[in-house]
Every structure is written in C-alpha cells, then in structure tokens.
C-alpha cells in the first residue's frame, strides 16, 4: 500500500491541525490505518490506530486530544490534532496493516511553537 501524508506546519500551543493520509487502495481492505509520530532524538510511538471495523485505540499522551477518523470513498485517513502542545512537535507517519504487512507513508512535519 503507498501512503501519501499531508497537512503538518507550524502552529502555537494550543492550536489545532488536521493531518491526512491518502492510501492507494481502499482502507476497508486495510485491517488498521494508524498514525505514529517520531521526534528528534526519540523513538517512533504510536498515536492512534483505526481498525477496519471503526474501533479506535490512541497513545496516552494524545487521548482526548486527538481523534483518528476516515473518509472510505476518498481513501483517506484523518488525525485531528486540537490543544496541540510543544511535545507533540514531530515528524508524523501514517501507516497501513494488511495480511501481517505494515507500510509507510513519507511522514509529515508538525512543529508546536510555545
């Protein structure tokens, strides 16, 4: 599956951002989409993943911040990010599960100014 993540910048503390993720094959046929983000000096994390079924599960460090939805006909994954934080400044991958295989898009830059 290619992947193809838009929608980081620069925002202020508490502001809020809308990343997508635009698969190149239907998402139902994806057992999960998720999102994971890595910042300078750190490990890769997971922030939020989305099962084909709809359940959702998030990181601790983002829930009630931030929501996974997704738009099956376009093929896309959303991560809206609100009350954003100087921490959640990093480079943010989205990512495919399918048949034990798990695929990555390019990542997207997002940068949280205090």
């Known amino acids: 599956v290619q992947l193809q993540a838009s929608g980081g910048g620069l925002v202020q503390a508490g502001g809020s951002l809308r990343l997508s993720c635009v698969a190149s094959?239907?998402?139902?046929?994806?057992?999960?989409m998720g999102w994971y983000r890595q910042a300078p000096g750190k490990q890769r994390e997971m922030v939020g993943l989305?099962?084909?079924?709809?359940?959702?599960v998030y990181g601790d460090s983002v829930k009630g911040r931030f929501t996974i939805s997704s738009d099956n006909a376009k093929n896309t994954v959303y991560l809206q990010m609100n009350r954003l934080k100087p921490e959640d400044t990093a480079v943010y991958y989205c990512?495919?599960?399918?048949?034990?295989?798990?695929?990555w898009g390019q990542g997207t830059l997002v940068t949280v100014s205090s």
């Open positions: 990512s495919a599960y399918l048949r034990g295989n798990t695929d």
């Open positions: 094959r239907s998402i139902t046929d994806i057992n999960f």
């Open positions: 989305l099962s084909n079924m709809g359940s959702t």
